[in-house]
């Protein structure tokens, strides 16, 4: 009886000794902040689960060390550095208020954000934590690129400037005015005149290559993304008889200058 009562003591005595919530999350924490992966990893156990709140990529899931750890090392290559305040335990949950800062951040403007941080803490391994990021931290961030949107041009200025087809190896300008060229480097390839209507553009004159044949509708297409044109793209109505001015066009023309 005295022998069980003994171990049971050892016991008692042993899980007291143990090392407290606070200091796990304190040491897992400054190895973080130094860019210690090994040492932070050291903090959690086998299967620890790490949430992000929204994600920041992918479903903001990271499950066992390997996952954590190139979660971590994204961490460590922006120079991130992270604090913890107002901490509370319940039973084996440590929730605190976490303040996040890194290089990322600073080039999108933003000078850190904060959260909430709980975490569940046994046998001295941090089992799992959440972060869940505070709506006052998200209006920090900078609206997402919109959609890049295509639609029929709706006037000539829509599609006045110069543009580079690639596949040509051509630029193509057109003019407010209703003048066009054609041209690669210093060498112009053709020039003329052309009508707008209705998101049409109808060739009228050709001064070079389509000089017997300059008449020739084309449908145009502009995709724009932030309100600003990025490409062009025409679509052949009925017959164009002058066959270089048809494979030209072909594909997009990535807008280059006003």
């Known amino acids: 009886m005295k022998k069980l009562t003994l171990l049971l003591l050892v016991v ?22 130094k860019g210690d ?5 050291s903090y959690l156990a086998d299967d620890t689960t790490v949430t992000i709140v929204p994600p920041a990529e992918g479903d903001g899931i990271y499950n066992g060390h390997a996952e954590i750890r190139g979660w971590y090392e994204t961490i460590a290559a922006g120079k991130g550095s992270g604090a913890l305040r107002d901490c509370k335990t319940e039973g084996d949950t440590l929730t605190c208020v976490s303040t996040y800062a890194d290089e990322g951040l600073k080039a999108m403007g933003v000078d850190f954000i904060e959260g909430s941080w709980a975490a569940v803490i046994r046998d001295g391994k ?4 959440t972060f869940t990021i505070t709506p006052e931290s998200l209006a920090k961030f900078p609206p997402p690129p919109s959609t ?7 006037s000539i200025n829509d599609i006045a400037g110069t543009w580079w087809f690639s596949q040509a190896g051509i630029m193509l300008e057109y003019k407010a005015d209703g003048s066009y ?10 020039e003329g005149t052309f009508s707008f209507n209705a998101g049409k553009v109808t060739y009228l004159t050709s001064a070079i290559h389509c000089a017997d044949n300059p008449s020739a509708t084309y449908e145009i297409y502009i995709t724009t993304q932030d309100g600003q044109p990025v490409w062009l793209r025409s679509q052949l109505v009925g017959e164009d008889k002058c066959r270089d001015r ?5 594909g997009k023309g990535k807008f280059q200058h006003p």
């Open 37 to 41: 992966i090994d040492a932070a990893l």
């Open 246 to 250: 048809e494979d030209s066009g072909k």
């Open 181 to 190: 060229r054609v041209f690669s480097g210093s060498e112009t390839i053709d």
């Open 148 to 154: 890049p949107v295509e639609a029929l041009a709706g």
């Open 12 to 33: 008692i005595l042993l899980t007291a000794c143990g090392p407290k919530p606070q200091d796990v999350v304190n040491s897992w924490q400054a190895a973080l902040n």
């Open 126 to 129: 941090i089992q799992s934590y």
